[in-house]
């Protein structure tokens, strides 16, 4: 049985399906380029939104990391198969359970000539920490201070052990700024015109408008692939696959399946899915009402068809998550196999739980979710769960998310994590432990292991520890773990690059034919 | 946007000091709507959630939400938050962005030229097209042109812009490619949000044109006019257009405040950096001071509008200058 939603969506899909077809595929090959066409080494990408401030330590948001990244460099990174990778730092050690050492690059100019240091790195993660700063950058929120050991040494100092400190310094509270520069310039001309050490230079930003930075010829990683880096603000995906098409961006990002979908067939231009770590699970509240029966939090893992969901909603651009570790984060046991999918069970465990006649319930979901929640509902419906879908704007629904009413998004919602430092703590960090902001399960057990990993120093520890969880997660159902979104990109022939695990949009390692 | 009134016609005294003094009434009144638009908009902003939850992550802890809202002066009371909103907008400073952490004055005046420009375009084009469209079409009413040039223009009325719009790009810039699909800064640039945007106007410029004409020719005047053997190209335009010209430049200059501030949609399909795209943008990251602004900025535009449209009846109506 198809669930309900699937024709609406279609039919909702609709409108988007015929512009292509009033478009003839065929005809725009070999077409001339309208005006603004790249063909120089420049490279025109196009993402939802700009920046909402070029000070690094100002922002908390992808978009605007995505254009930082380029301009900055952090201590560490993640290269193209998601390996933590060293960066301005070259390698680092815990020395003991509250600091951890890095061994810093030398030779390193930033593009005012200025020089990086260990000075620089002390006096950006301090700048993070400043309550001046009123950075909303929260990861590093075990760092108490930096200490300079030598020119090009460091040691960071924690409360607590944080075993994952040298993946958080990989975006966001690891760009390291010039301070000869602000203390120059101030704050306000730093937003204006950023200087980073980063494989691009900046060159102008007009907000909604474009933003152009050039190539840094001196970087230690050699000169980038392009000559010039622009990045253009399209929040509409029609349009900017439309400017895709008219040659007038080329590369577009952050792209649903229903948009990409509506570019297959185009020539000239290609999609590419590439795996992403941004992780789909419905939360259930097992504190109150039936979910807190575990049969019922089991049948709605067996009802809810989590391969039909990917396929038919998200047009197979997503991979199940077993236990809500996303495949490629530090702590993902693949022997964790997902819940077989089947309506009988489901319907068998509800009347265990003396539901045999089913149950009513909420789905909570963010606007921009709204195809899947309908979707799920359409399961849950085939297993006799019949969960009424409650939208809310995302503003509403992030602040319901972390308020301290922890029942203020009802019985079941979606919800979506990144986990961009690509470890499995980052899933789990607020939604597990009892005590924790988002978590509605008590469970000692799950509050052990979440210690075990969050404070252990072995590696080793941390996994088995990891898998034990996941193992809890699977019998226990808390959560009905969904999916890992594809990263969805489509570009003009004249582009090569493969993006990062992350999902950051570090175009260093770009290509452009001329 | 578009509930405002039709204002009655001017009563003014003496012709020049009647006139400064009815300026300086409106303008008294103009500050007065402003205030409250600015007490409704600080409210309002404020009900809608919490600019804190905003900016920071998920999985930040209470204790930096409570910091960051210390920093902001979002933990004061919001009488004392309202005081040193009113504080600032009498030295005329709205305050920093939240999110672009850049004074709101200098983001809003930095879209006012693509906002003016997209608004103003969009007018012209409306005009050029509205009223030879509503004159033919009152000419010859309940003819075969009348109907096809209303049954045109109520189409463009009932079509939602932003599929005008993405039709319109992929005819004239992904299979033609003669002009650009987004972006700022040319004259190409230009063409197709501002027909996407007219498309609305010219319907309701046009419709009502032809009515209030339409009502005008039937009148006694246009009759001796008639009679006194001049052509029907002077009928109408010369007795009939100017009398009915009142409401269409009242429902203008409303229309020219809607595009100002209504082009949001329009200004989403094009990628346009105007006021409309900021303002949605504001309201989803709860921006407080963005918000404020922006509403004021549509709230004085507003006012503007209405006061020319009210001054420009002194010009078109010969009894409003009479009464003077």
């Known amino acids: 049985m198809t669930p309900p939603s699937m024709s609406r969506r279609r039919a909702l899909r609709l409108g988007g399906l015929a512009l292509p077809v009033i478009a003839a595929p065929t005809a725009l090959t070999g077409c001339g380029t309208a005006a603004g066409a790249g063909g120089d080494g420049t490279l025109r990408v196009a993402q939802p939104t700009d920046p909402t401030t070029l000070d690094p330590h100002k922002q908390g948001d992808m978009a605007s990391m995505n254009v930082l990244i380029n301009i900055f460099d952090t201590l560490t990174t993640r290269d193209v198969s998601g390996r933590l990778a060293a960066r301005l730092a070259t390698s680092w050690e815990s020395r003991s359970r509250t600091v951890w050492r890095f061994r810093l690059r030398s030779g390193v100019r930033f593009h005012n000539g200025e020089e990086f240091d260990a000075d620089a790195v002390k006096f950006s993660i301090e ?65 204006k015109r950023p200087v980073g050490t980063g494989p691009f230079v900046f060159q102008s930003f007009r907000r909604d408008r474009e933003l152009r930075l050039r190539a840094n010829r001196r970087h230690f990683h050699g000169s980038p692939g392009a000559d010039r880096l622009v990045f253009r603000a399209l ?43 941004r992780t789909a699970y419905l939360n259930l509240d097992t504190t109150s009402g039936p979910l807190r029966d575990r049969r019922v939090r089991q049948a709605l893992n067996h009802a809810i068809d989590v391969p039909l969901l990917i396929k038919a909603v998200l047009d197979g651009k997503a991979s199940e998550v077993p236990a809500m570790l996303p495949r490629g984060v530090v702590g993902f046991d693949a022997s964790v196999e997902p819940f077989r999918r089947s309506v009988r069970t489901a319907r068998r465990l509800l009347a265990e739980a003396g539901h045999a006649h089913g149950l009513t319930t909420t789905l909570t979901a963010s606007n921009d979710d709204a195809q899947v929640a309908e979707a ?33 998004l009802g019985p079941i919602y979606l919800a979506a994590s990144t986990a961009w430092t690509l470890d499995g703590a980052s899933m789990v960090q607020s939604n597990v432990r009892h005590d924790r902001r988002q978590s509605r399960w008590a469970s000692k057990e799950a509050d052990r292991l979440i210690d075990a990993e969050e404070l252990s120093m072995d590696p080793e520890d941390r996994q088995r520890a990891f898998t034990a969880l996941q193992r809890l997660i699977k019998r226990e159902a808390p959560f009905v773990p969904l999916y890992q979104q594809d990263i969805i990109l489509a570009r003009t022939t004249r582009v090569r690059w493969t993006p990062v695990v992350n999902g950051s949009l570090a175009m260093e390692s770009a290509e452009v034919r001329a | 946007m578009t509930a405002a009134s039709v204002q009655p016609p001017v009563t003014v005294g003496k012709p020049k000091s009647g006139l400064l003094r009815h300026v300086l009434v409106r303008l008294a009144t ?26 920071l992550p998920p999985d930040a802890t209470a204790a930096q939400e409570a910091t960051l809202r210390s920093q902001l002066g979002l933990d004061q009371p919001l009488i004392a938050q309202y005081g040193d909103f009113l504080w600032g907008l009498l030295r005329f400073d709205l305050g920093d962005s939240l999110v ?133 190209a002077k009928v109408v335009l010369a007795h009939g257009l100017r009398n009915a010209s009142l409401p269409t430049v009242t429902v203008i200059g409303l229309e020219f ?68």
């Open chain 1, 127 to 191: 700048r993070v920490l400043d309550p001046k700063t009123r950075s909303p950058i929260v990861e590093l929120r075990y760092v108490t201070s930096v200490r300079v050991v030598d020119r090009y040494t460091v040691d960071v100092h924690t409360t607590l052990h944080d075993p994952i400190l040298p993946a958080k310094l990989s975006l966001f509270g690891g760009v390291i700024v010039p301070p000869k520069y602000l203390a120059d310039v101030g704050d306000a001309a730093f937003a």
């Open chain 1, 235 to 277: 929040p509409n995906p029609a349009s900017a696959l439309a400017a895709l098409q008219s040659d007038e961006v080329d590369l577009v990002t952050g792209l649903t399946p229903d948009a990409a979908r509506q570019l297959s067939g185009y020539a000239g231009v290609e999609l590419e899915s590439h795996r992403g770590v």
């Open chain 1, 376 to 408: 799920i509902s359409g399961l849950l419906d085939r297993a006799g769960i019949r969960a009424r879908v409650d939208l809310l704007d995302p503003g509403t629904f992030s602040a319901r998310l972390t308020s301290d009413n922890r029942h203020a």
């Open chain 2, 30 to 55: 103009a500050v007065g709507v402003l205030f409250a638009a600015a007490t409704l908009a600080f409210l309002l902003v404020r009900l809608s959630g919490d600019p804190v939850k905003q900016l």
């Open chain 2, 100 to 232: 672009y952490h850049e004074p709101v004055g200098q983001v809003i005046a930095d879209r006012v030229p693509a906002t003016l420009e997209l608004a103003a375009g969009a007018l012209v084009l409306s005009l050029v097209i509205a009223i030879p469209a509503g004159i033919y079409a009152a000419t010859r009413r309940g003819r075969a042109g009348d109907t096809g040039v209303m049954t045109a223009v109520l189409l463009g009325q009932s079509t939602p812009p932003f599929w005008v719009g993405i039709l319109l790009v992929l005819l004239f810039s992904v299979r033609l490619k003669v002009l650009p699909a987004s972006g700022y800064g040319t004259f190409a640039h230009l063409v197709l949000p501002a027909v996407t945007l007219s498309v609305y106007s010219i319907a309701v410029i046009a419709r009502l044109l032809r009515s209030s004409l339409i009502d005008v020719l039937g009148s006694d005047h246009i009759r001796t006019a008639k009679a006194k053997g001049l052509g029907p």
């Open chain 2, 257 to 324: 405040g809607g595009l100002l501030g209504g082009a949001i949609l329009t200004e989403q399909v094009f990628s346009w950096p105007g006021i409309g795209r900021l303002t949605v943008e504001a309201i989803s990251h709860r921006d407080f001071p963005l918000v404020q602004a922006a509403v004021l900025f549509f709230a004085a535009a507003f006012v503007i509008v209405n006061l020319l449209v009210d001054l420009s009846y002194s010009l078109l109506d010969p009894r409003v200058r009479a009464q003077s």
